[in-house]
């Protein structure tokens, strides 16, 4: 039972443009949602986060929107570098279900 | 300040030998969590922590064992270890408190099972 799904494992983006990644949940119970970047041979760190209550957080570069009637969250990086190229996590829930990732490419 | 270590980075283990994966933080936070990561995968949680002498399951539990004594410490028991256990494993914190769940992971440790 995936109840977390980030249904593009890639997404390639040129440097400058804006990268969106989206994740889908199924619990309408979920109270908080993190994004999470992550380089090879790393642990996960932490990059934005959003609460039920709030429909868009915004740090810098990052912003997250939260649509909770069609239980869909997405990330923008605006603009893009290629320092960003990473795997990119969406999270949710107290117990922190995770999705598969999806694989952010910034080309210089 | 360390923040999330893990021991060791990597082991080779052979099927139904027994390991401990250990997992350490100094940030005295009260969560803990243990996850693996599979190839192409998200994470999984497999247990979790909210305070000294306190564990959980989480979505995938069998074939593991923790134990939690001290806020600092929670070690991964695997017993019996078996090809499906191959897989990096995350051990994470983080605070109980105010509006922020947000997990401080370590490094990982690759596990493979032959």
């Known amino acids: 039972d995936q109840q977390v799904k980030q249904n593009s494992p890639s997404l390639s983006v040129q440097e400058g443009r804006i990268s969106i990644l989206n994740c889908d949940y199924t619990n309408s119970m979920f109270d908080y949602f993190l994004w999470y970047k992550k380089y090879p041979a790393e642990g996960p760190t932490f990059l934005i986060s959003?609460?039920?209550?709030?429909d868009k957080n915004e740090d810098g570069r990052f912003t997250v929107f939260l649509n909770k009637s069609a239980k869909h969250l997405s990330l923008h990086i605006v603009p893009s570098q290629p320092g960003d190229s990473a795997v990119y996590f969406c999270a949710a829930g107290n117990d922190m279900r995770f999705g598969a990732g999806t694989r952010l490419t910034v080309k210089p | 300040n360390a923040g999330v270590t893990q021991t060791p980075k990597f082991r080779i283990l052979k099927i139904g030998q027994s390991m401990t994966l250990q997992c350490a933080q100094d940030m005295n936070h009260n969560y803990m969590y243990w996850y693996r990561q599979d190839p192409g995968m998200g994470l999984k949680l497999i247990y979790y922590s909210v305070g000294a002498g306190i564990t959980d399951k989480g979505e995938v539990p069998n074939g593991y064992n923790v134990s939690r004594s001290t806020t600092e410490d929670f070690p991964l028991r695997l017993e019996l270890a078996a090809p499906s256990q191959t897989s990096v494993y995350f051990c994470a914190s983080s605070t109980s408190t105010g509006e922020s769940y947000e997990q401080y992971f370590g490094p990982g440790t690759r596990l493979t099972v032959t």
């Open positions: 959003i609460s039920s209550i709030k």
